[in-house]
C-alpha cells in the first residue's frame, strides 16, 4: 500500500511567521492527497485536498501543492495565528478500499 | 447538513460494563468509519463499513463490536475493555468512491 513520511514537531513560531510542513508519499498511480487539522480537545478537520499532479489546495490561508517529481504535498502558510495552534496530518488512501494512511502528525504552537 | 455527530462526548467506563458509542451523518455518505486516536498519534483505523456492510476490520479485538443499522448511524458496542483501551473515539464518513473524509469531534472514553 502507499505511505507517508511527515515532518516532526512540534513547531513553535511567533506570530506572523512563514510556516512550512514537509510531507512526502510514496504511493501507485496518482491518489488524492490531504491535510487534516487537529484543535485541542477537536477531532480532525479537513483542511485542506488536491485530487491530481500539480493541483494547488487552498483553504484559511494554507497551501499545499501536489508534486509528483518530489512526490511531496508540503504544507504552507505566509503568516501564521495564534489560532493556528494545533497539529497537522498529512494523509492519503493506503489503497482503493477506503482506509486513509496518517502521517505522525507535526504540532504547531503559535506565540503571540 | 454537513457534520458528522458523535455521542457521548465524554464516556468512563469500568471494564466489566457494557457501552455504546453513537455516530450519525446526513450528508448522504455511504462509507463510515471507526478511528481510535491516542494522545499526540495520528489515528488507527478500526473498522469500515461501505452501503452498511462491513468491509475492512483491522484485526480489532472482539470486545469491541461495530454495528451499521442504516446508511446514517454507526455505532460501536464497547464490552470487557482495557484500560488501555482509553482514547479519542473518532468516527468518520464519506462519499461513494471513498474520496475525503469527515470526522466527528470524537467521543473521549476512559477506562477504570
Known amino acids: 500500500g502507499n505511505s507517508v513520511t511527515q515532518m516532526e514537531g512540534p513547531v513553535t513560531l511567533s506570530e506572523e511567521a512563514f510556516l512550512t510542513i514537509n510531507c512526502t508519499y510514496t504511493a501507485t498511480g496518482y491518489p488524492s492527497l490531504f491535510w487534516y487539522v487537529q484543535y485541542p480537545g477537536e477531532g480532525l478537520q479537513l483542511l485542506l485536498k488536491a485530487t491530481k499532479a500539480d493541483d494547488k489546495g487552498s483553504n484559511k490561508g494554507f497551501e499545499a501543492t501536489y508534486r509528483k517529481e518530489t512526490t511531496s504535498f508540503h504544507l504552507e502558510k505566509g503568516s501564521v495565528q495564534v489560532s493556528d495552534s494545533a497539529v497537522y496530518f498529512c494523509?492519503?488512501?493506503?489503497?482503493?478500499?477506503?482506509?486513509?494512511?496518517f502521517g505522525q502528525g507535526t504540532e504547531l504552537s503559535v506565540k503571540p | 447538513d454537513t457534520e458528522v455527530t458523535q455521542t457521548p462526548k465524554h464516556l468512563v467506563m469500568g471494564m466489566t460494563n457494557k457501552k455504546s458509542l453513537k455516530c450519525e451523518q446526513h450528508m448522504g455518505h455511504r462509507a463510515m468509519y471507526w478511528y481510535k486516536q491516542k494522545a499526540k498519534k495520528p489515528p488507527e483505523l478500526m473498522f469500515v463499513?461501505?452501503?452498511?456492510?462491513?468491509?475492512i476490520n483491522e484485526s480489532v479485538p472482539s470486545r469491541f463490536s461495530p454495528e451499521c443499522p442504516n446508511s446514517s448511524l454507526l455505532n460501536l458496542h464497547l464490552h470487557a475493555l482495557q484500560p488501555e483501551d482509553s482514547a479519542l473515539y473518532l468516527c468518520?464518513?464519506?462519499?461513494?468512491?471513498?474520496?475525503?473524509?469527515?470526522f466527528g469531534p470524537g467521543t473521549r472514553l476512559t477506562v477504570l
Open positions: 463499513y461501505s452501503y452498511e456492510k462491513l468491509s
Open positions: 468518520a464518513s464519506s462519499p461513494a468512491g471513498f474520496n475525503e473524509q469527515f
Open positions: 494523509a492519503l488512501p493506503y489503497n482503493q478500499g477506503g482506509k486513509l494512511i
